[in-house]
């Protein structure tokens, strides 16, 4: 069976441009695992056009490389050392249970004759099959060869495959050329392309058959239509008498490259933006970037405003100086390349030019009405129509940020935080803001600068929605840190005293995102704030709240105990180190950190297994004694050498584990625990707990408790036992 190199294209309109990439991956990625599931290539290695080692890669003969392309027009996958037919297998086809195939005396029963020959063989095959066990039983196998599967009929079925399990967003219904039938896919298909070397591979898709040819740039091909000459040849063909770069991270890269290069000459750098790159590569097929520029009045405007208004509608790069402050210039990516390029540039700055004159209006317009003067609108807002208005909703976040900051920082913060949390939602009304919800807060704090409040406010105005994804900066003032809080702590709340909690993995309010913003706050900032006392604070402003409230509470502080866990343990913490610290509830939550470096270095000690192990024992016991145990000591009650030596060693090590606890060291207060090791075992070995004596009993019983509360006040440390 000859091996050569497979070309799969499929032609069609323009593809959607977000999701391009992800179906340009799909489409390769569902071929090649076809092909390989019928044993028509080996082991697939995906191929990376960008690699430094891609050419030593290539030279693997057991290795298929595939290759994905990706344009506007076209998804295309490029395979190495593709069998025109698979190797035929060995395969153990079942018949039918011994008892029914064989007499008493070894014969073929009329059964297993009908059944051979139904399989085109006679009784001598009988003596070609062998006995297995079936289960419980013994059933006859008939060892067979099955033939692989040929090119054509297993590209067949990858194309289909291919086609179905596209990741296509919104399908469409279109009309074949004969005028009868209809099909479904993600734009209409023109061309099929299907290459094993040189040769055509007899296939069909979406009403085509496959065959060659091709179409380049829609205004820049050198021909109309394309004759790929072999499987090898594709690329090179597009780009040298299609003017198309084939390869959408080539495609990428060589964007980058004249992003970078026309910036340079305008001692500017490109806005840095992973997605747009990703989109604009998905609409050229042969990028040309340009220069354009705008007035610079327009740069009165804040800079977040020009920048999304030139990202998200016209697809440019703005460019900016070396301090990160916006230009009058921008780059164009464009899909062509006219020798005069002046009616391309002039084109794009007569178009950006309205967009940027809308921003100026609406900033204009917005300042002419102050925040405060726009409270009394967020009334008609609803925010959820159990829990009010976004009035209601800032009244409350106003009493909770206020509660906060005065703890945080007196009477001065909680002045300042009262009033960011007041207008902190007002640009929700601007016109701006209407045009870009992207810019809320960031407009707020713009306005609040033009009407010359206190800075301190107008970032908290804009900070008050940090973090607002994972890695994001926190609020970078005290009085931005209490409304942000307030605002995530009355959201999260609010919602879960309505029965609006996230399950499963339906979380329509983010509020997963909400409860680690708050933890990364509470414990980023230090912020010394009792958790579970801010929860039951921040119930207590809902009018609302009623029924089980300290089933409430507790339900949210375990909901981000659980947030805080998974966190950490992304981390690098071990489920066992959370455990041991979160079972506890700490009261602060900023002190997590050093209670867990504090667990990880008793975890290296000597005596730390034995500790651990000896504490979940005593945990044990605890839980299984009748009543409850208080943590005292009668010493006229020890008699056993063992627990007098327990006590004593207690009576030195707890007061100093306790002093060194109390003064927020909790690695030394852990260490100090080590001295334990000794007199804790001595005590297992050679004392009985539960003795026959009552007063016996629970003195010993008091005994451990007292090692018990000894052991873990830092963290549970029975979590670390094996």
Not at 22 to 51: M, Q, R, V, Y
Not at 142 to 167: C, D, F, S, W, Y
Not at 280 to 292: F, K, M, W
Request: hydrophobic share 45%.
């Amino acid at each position: 069976m000859s091996q050569n190199n497979l070309l799969v294209e499929l032609f069609v309109e323009e593809l959607p441009p977000k999701v391009l990439k992800t179906l340009g991956f799909s489409f390769a990625h569902t071929i090649a695992e076809e092909l390989k599931k019928l044993g028509l290539i080996n082991s697939i290695i995906f191929d990376d056009p960008l690699a430094k080692n891609r050419e030593s890669r290539t030279s693997n003969a057991d290795e298929s490389l595939v290759l994905a392309y990706a344009t506007p027009r076209r998804l295309a996958v490029h395979i190495t050392s593709v069998a025109s037919q698979a190797a035929d297998k060995q395969i153990s086809q079942k018949l039918m249970p011994v008892s029914v195939g064989l007499d008493a005396n070894g014969n073929a029963t009329p059964a297993l004759i009908k059944r051979l020959n139904g399989m085109g063989m006679d009784e001598t095959a009988v003596s070609k099959l062998t006995k297995q066990v079936d289960g419980k039983n013994e059933a006859l196998f008939l060892e067979v060869t099955q033939k692989g599967a040929a090119l054509n009929e297993g590209l067949q079925k990858a194309i289909e495959e291919a086609v179905q399990k596209l990741p296509i967003p919104k399908v469409m219904t279109y009309q074949l050329a004969d005028g009868w039938s209809n099909v479904n896919f993600v734009r209409p298909a023109h061309s099929l392309i299907a290459l094993h070397g040189n040769a055509v591979v007899a296939i069909n898709a979406l009403g085509l058959n496959a065959g060659n040819q091709t179409q380049g740039h829609r205004f820049e091909a050198a021909a109309s239509v394309i004759t790929i000459k072999n499987a090898d040849s594709y690329a090179e063909q597009l780009k040298t008498e299609g003017a198309v770069i084939a390869s959408f991270a080539d495609r990428r890269a060589e964007i980058v490259k004249q992003l970078n290069d026309a910036a340079a000459k305008q001692g500017l750098k490109p806005i840095e933006d992973e997605a747009l790159l990703d989109e604009v590569t998905a609409l050229v097929e042969r990028p040309n970037v340009l220069l354009g520029q705008f007035e610079e009045i327009y740069l009165e405007v804040p800079q977040e405003c020009l920048i999304l208004t030139m990202k998200a509608n016209q697809k440019y790069f703005p460019l900016l100086d070396v301090n990160g402050r916006l230009t009058n210039k921008f780059l164009i990516v464009s899909n062509i390349n006219p020798d005069d390029p002046s009616a391309v540039i002039g084109g794009n700055e007569r178009v950006v030019r309205p967009r940027l004159a809308d921003a100026k209006f609406f900033f204009d317009q917005d300042r002419k009405k102050t925040l405060e003067s726009r409270i009394s609108s967020l009334n008609k807002v609803v925010y959820h129509n159990k829990l009010g208005s976004q009035g209601e909703r800032t009244e409350r976040v106003g009493a909770i940020a206020i509660a906060i900051a005065r703890q945080l920082g007196g009477a001065d913060l909680a002045s300042k935080a009262g009033l960011a949390a007041q207008l902190a939602k007002t640009d929700l009304i601007t016109d701006m803001v209407g045009e870009f919800p992207e810019l809320q807060g960031i407009m707020g704090r713009y306005y609040a600068q033009h009407e010359g409040l206190d800075n301190e406010v107008a970032f908290a105005i804009e900070d008050h929605y940090k973090p607002r994804f994972a890695g994001d900066d926190l609020p970078r003032n005290q009085v931005g840190v209490a409304v942000a809080l307030a605002d995530k702590l009355e959201t999260i709340v609010g919602l879960f005293s309505i029965g609006e909690k996230p399950t499963g993995d339906k979380d329509p309010f983010a509020l997963r995102r909400q409860a680690l913003g708050i933890i990364r706050m509470l414990i980023e900032c230090k912020l010394p704030l009792q958790f579970e006392k801010l929860i039951q604070e921040v119930l207590s402003a809902f009018n609302h709240a009623t029924g089980d409230q300290v089933a409430t509470v507790q339900a949210i502080k375990e909901f981000c105990l659980d947030r805080l866990s998974v966190n950490l343990r992304e981390n690098g913490a071990t489920p066992q180190e959370v455990d041991a610290v979160l079972s506890l509830e700490p009261a602060l939550l900023s002190e997590v950190p050093t209670r867990l470096t504090a667990v990880r270095t008793f975890a290296e000690l000597r005596e730390a297994p034995a500790l651990a192990a000896a504490n979940k024992r005593v945990s044990n016991i605890l839980k299984k004694a009748e009543g409850e145990v208080l943590a005292q000591v009668n010493a006229d009650l020890l008699s056993e050498s063992a627990e007098i030596a327990l006590n004593a060693a207690l009576g030195k090590v707890k007061p100093e584990a306790d002093k060194l606890f109390e003064s927020g060291d909790y690695t030394a207060s852990l260490k100090a625990l080590a001295a334990l090791k000794a007199p804790v075992d001595d005590f297992f070995d050679h004392v009985m707990v539960n003795a026959d004596d009552p007063a016996l009993k629970a003195n010993r019983l008091g005994l451990l408790a007292t090692l018990h509360q000894a052991m873990n006040r830092v963290a549970d440390l029975s979590k670390l036992a094996a």
